[in-house]
């Protein structure tokens, strides 16, 4: 915007400047062809519906009928040309041009006032126009490559928080198909022992185990197909959902990381979805602090007991692993994870230079649990 009301302004102030020169040249007279043919070349230059083609002839024609009074006019254009990559038709108008001024009278030619003078304008403006151009290009391709790594970022992210949800449902697929069985299991042997019990109570077991068995059918379906059985990581994946954090430490502890656990509560009063965040929040702490700040102890703390679980993990400034490679989309996952649950996740320095990942995930209330809301 701010380009174009230059332009706008620059082109404006030549064409007066061709009129005052064309009228100094008809002894002060306004209206003369010369002055005429001035407004028409501005007025072409400054529509954006004229073609490129016919402003420049245009501005090459008068030129060369009217010598230098209309001399800035045709820089304008030459400009124009040379920042479009039409440098042949710029070369070409300014030797017609020139040319043209051979046959003029002396008083307007533009080699009269000083000889080779309007050739170094005309260069001066072919030189200009072409570094305009493509600095004006260079900063569009730069522009057009910010945007692309932008939505690029932006996809990776979705992806990184695509691939969480999966892995969230594929979870607790195992999690509540777990539980489900074990329902259903228990509910049979009761109703094989039927004749002890009344029959109000047999038939409310036989319902129950009906409808975990369909719920177990039901979920398995509905979230089955988010783990891809032929995968190999499908086929290699860890057995129990649920893993325990504490060996999880303990294994860091093994590969030489300085790692200490401190946890108030019981991993069972938090929910599985809280118990799942809280693994994957500590896995992803411990492998950042291995790839960034190897060599550094690690301080997680953990608190299951309600209103909240909470985690808060610290790593002290270490030296980075010169073989690390990271996709920095980790953390955008656990956010995603975090967020679904209701919390916020806080990751960034904290004092010191050492590094701080937080987060606080409420638990659901009663009526939450139950299904319904107040």
């Known amino acids: 915007m701010i380009r174009t009301y230059g332009r706008w302004c620059l082109v404006v102030l030549l064409t007066a400047l061709a009129v005052l020169n064309s009228a100094s040249t008809a002894q002060g007279r306004y209206l003369s062809p010369a002055t005429v043919a001035a407004v028409l070349c501005g007025a072409a230059l400054l529509v954006r519906r004229v073609p490129w083609y016919a402003s420049a002839g245009l501005a090459t024609a008068v030129t060369g009928l009217w010598g230098w009074p209309l001399l800035p006019l045709l820089l304008v254009a030459l400009f124009d040309l040379a920042a479009h990559r039409r440098v042949r038709w710029a070369v070409g108008c ?22 080779y003078g309007s050739t170094l304008f005309v260069l001066l403006a072919l030189v200009s126009g072409l570094w305009a151009g493509n600095r004006r290009r260079l900063l569009k391709a730069l522009g057009d490559q910010v945007e692309h790594l932008r939505v690029e970022r932006e996809l990776r992210e979705e992806a990184a928080r695509a691939a969480e949800r999966s892995r969230i449902a594929a979870e607790m697929h195992d999690v509540l198909a777990h539980r489900l069985s074990l329902i259903a299991l228990h509910t049979g042997v009761l109703a094989t022992r039927k004749e002890q019990l009344p029959a109000p109570v047999v038939e409310r077991l036989a319902l129950l185990r009906t409808t975990s068995t369909e719920a177990l059918a039901d979920l398995r379906d509905v979230l089955g197909a988010l783990r891809d059985p032929g995968s190999e990581s499908a086929e290699s994946a860890p057995g129990p959902v649920l893993r325990d954090v504490d060996e999880l430490v303990e294994q860091a502890r ?104 937080a987060a606080r995930i409420p638990h659901p209330t009663p009526l939450e649990q139950n299904g319904t809301t107040p």
Do not use: M
Not at 325 to 352: D, N
């Open 94 to 115: 300014a030797a017609v041009a020139l040319g043209a001024n051979l046959l003029i009278p002396p008083a307007v030619s533009v080699w009269t006032p000083r000889q």
């Open 254 to 357: 093994a590969a030489g990381q300085q790692a200490g656990l401190r946890v108030d509560g019981r991993a069972e009063q938090a929910p599985a979805a809280h118990r799942l965040a809280v693994y994957r929040l500590v896995q992803e702490a411990l492998t950042n602090a291995r790839k960034h700040a190897g060599g550094a102890p690690v301080r997680i703390h953990l608190s299951y007991g309600p209103p909240a679980t909470t985690v808060e993990i610290t790593n002290a400034p270490g030296s980075p692993s010169a073989h690390a490679v990271t996709s920095g989309f980790g953390l955008v996952g656990l956010r995603e994870r975090v967020t679904a649950l209701g919390g916020h996740l806080h990751a960034g320095p904290g004092g010191a230079g050492s590094w701080r990942l």
